[in-house]
């Protein structure tokens, strides 16, 4: 089956910086690359970075300019680094893969906490 597990969490004051890693199990990368989403409290799971394996990215607009997603693929790992961090970033945080069929493996999520 694979598994995602996340690390780097943690809390920081508004302006600060975190860096997230994901590693990824053998057998569960695909062509659509990795990604990473986040919940915030009374909020759905939203979109936050994708990094597709040819190297290209997306972000929402709620992080652009601020977050850059990067992979080492041969590692199975993928990260968030997280700059200029705002009290609204403040989520769980999910890596995730995209399988073909529109499915997708999900980590467990990580704590990311931002105070004022």
């Known amino acids: 089956q694979g598994q995602l597990e996340e690390s780097g969490g943690g809390s920081v004051t508004a302006g600060g910086s975190l860096r997230l890693s994901c590693r990824a199990s053998?057998?569960?990368?695909?062509?659509?690359?990795m990604g990473w989403y986040r919940q915030a409290p009374g909020k759905g799971r939203e979109f936050v970075a994708h990094?597709?394996?040819?190297?290209?990215?997306s972000y929402a607009d709620s992080v652009k300019g601020r977050f850059t997603i990067s992979s080492r693929i041969r590692e199975n790992m993928v990260y968030l680094q997280m700059n200029s961090l705002k009290v609204e970033d403040t989520a769980i945080y999910y890596c995730?893969?995209?399988?073909?069929?529109?499915?997708?493996?999900w980590g467990q999520g990580i704590q990311v906490t931002v105070s004022s």
């Open positions: 053998t057998g569960i990368a695909s062509a659509y690359g």
């Open positions: 995730k893969s995209p399988q073909p069929g529109g499915g997708a493996y």
């Open positions: 990094i597709r394996r040819n190297g290209e990215t």
